[in-house]
């Protein structure tokens, strides 16, 4: 491992572990020894960083160099921790698992008060079993990838009537929600906006194509075409008193 990928990890791990964190738990972490990892603690004071402790009682990072001291009130720290910790319940890990490193990085900028207060959140999530909603075939790191770097994806798709079709689609967003998680994406088959049900998808891979710089203009398209679509004020109260009438009606 790169000099400068490992004193990396280490500052992640001060960053990420409960303090104070044993040489024995940061070695592990890090992929180093601990001989190495002594060595390293000694490189990053050198470099600025404020790390309390010393071997057979364990290291605190107490003022990181690499980030910009913040504020925050104590509401907004319990809402960033209870955001974070809901994240387990969309069914994706790697996302999960980058929350918790951004919220490691902004409370280890917090001043000490903050800190604390950080600590001691009284916000907690509980995410029960379930289903996994995204199945082992999809690649979401693909997906990401794709809106991001702006390419298109080749899938095999079985719509709601259980047909199936080939299509080379430009992804667009990821949509999460309780019990779904779609892919919205501009359909080069109908040409048109779908959403793509994730457990819907039966193949996925990277097509030949890029779309850039498209994306931000296809997403007000969409934007757009929604608003469209909804109805006026008159129109939806009408619709509304004919639904009550036709359920009374049958009632």
């Known amino acids: 491992m790169a000099r400068s990928d490992r004193l990396m990890r280490l500052m992640d791990a001060l960053r990420r572990l409960p303090a104070p964190v044993t040489a024995e738990r940061l070695a592990a972490d890090s992929g180093v020894s601990p001989r190495q990892l002594y060595r ?3 490189t990053l004071r050198a470099g600025g960083a404020l790390i309390d402790g010393e071997a057979g009682v364990g290291y605190r990072l107490t003022e990181d160099p690499a980030l910009p001291p913040q504020s925050f009130n104590r509401l907004e720290i319990e809402a960033l921790r209870l955001a974070v910790a809901l994240l387990p319940r969309l069914g994706d890990p790697t996302l999960a ?6 919220l490691a990085r902004i409370f280890a900028s917090l001043p000490e008060r903050q800190a604390q207060q950080a600590l001691h ?8 079993d379930r289903d996994r909603m995204v199945p082992p075939h999809i690649d979401l790191d693909l997906i990401r990838q794709a809106c991001w770097e702006e390419f298109s994806l080749s ?11 080939d299509r080379e689609i ?12 779609m892919l919205l994406a501009h359909c080069r088959l109908r040409m048109d906006f779908r959403l793509f049900h994730a457990p819907r998808i039966l193949r996925l891979a990277e097509g030949g194509f890029s779309f850039r710089p498209r994306r931000a ?4 398209d969409y934007v757009a075409s929604l ?5 006026c004020p008159a129109e939806a109260a009408q619709a509304a008193g004919e639904k009550i009438a036709r359920d009374s009606s049958q009632a």
Not at 170 to 181: K, M, Q, R, T, V
């Open 40 to 42: 390293d603690i000694a």
């Open 97 to 102: 698992q980058a929350g918790e490193a951004a």
């Open 121 to 128: 959140a009284i916000s907690r999530a509980w995410t029960p």
């Open 155 to 165: 899938i095999r798709y079985r719509d709601l009537s259980e047909a199936e079709t």
């Open 170 to 181: 430009w992804p667009l967003g990821i949509s999460h929600s309780d019990n779904h998680l």
């Open 217 to 220: 203009a296809l997403l007000r």
């Open 227 to 231: 608003k469209l679509a909804e109805p």
